[in-house]
């Protein structure tokens, strides 16, 4: 069974910068048209940024310019630099497939940035 595991949260202020870990097991799985997402406080679950299986990444605008999604296919896991830290980006951050599949979400990873 393929699992997705989150890691590389934490606390950090505002202007600060955290990379996300995605390992996904299962050697069968393939890291095509993953994503990123993130579920604020009080707020509906957001898509963070996209990558298609050629590469491609789309980014919400309010991350534009600040994160960077990455994927290493020999490591099995996609990665998300994030610069430039801002307190509304507080939030469990998660990883899937896009659109997401629902056997896929994890425990995700907590991001705080504090003010």
């Known amino acids: 069974q393929v699992q997705l595991v989150e890691s590389g949260g934490g606390l950090v202020q505002a202007g600060g910068s955290l990379r996300l870990s995605c390992a996904a097991s299962?050697?069968?799985?393939?890291?095509?048209?993953m994503a990123w997402y993130r579920r604020a406080p009080g707020k509906q679950r957001e898509l963070v940024a996209s990558m298609s299986s050629g590469g491609d990444v789309n980014y919400a605008e309010s991350v534009k310019g600040r994160f960077t999604f990455s994927r290493d296919n020999a490591k099995n896991a996609v990665y998300l630099q994030m610069n430039s830290l801002k307190p509304e980006d507080t939030a469990v951050y998660y990883c899937?497939?896009?659109?997401?599949?629902?056997?896929?979400w994890g425990q995700g990873t907590q991001v705080t940035v504090s003010s």
């Open positions: 899937n497939t896009n659109p997401p599949m629902w056997s896929l």
């Open positions: 299962g050697s069968a799985f393939r890291l095509n048209f």
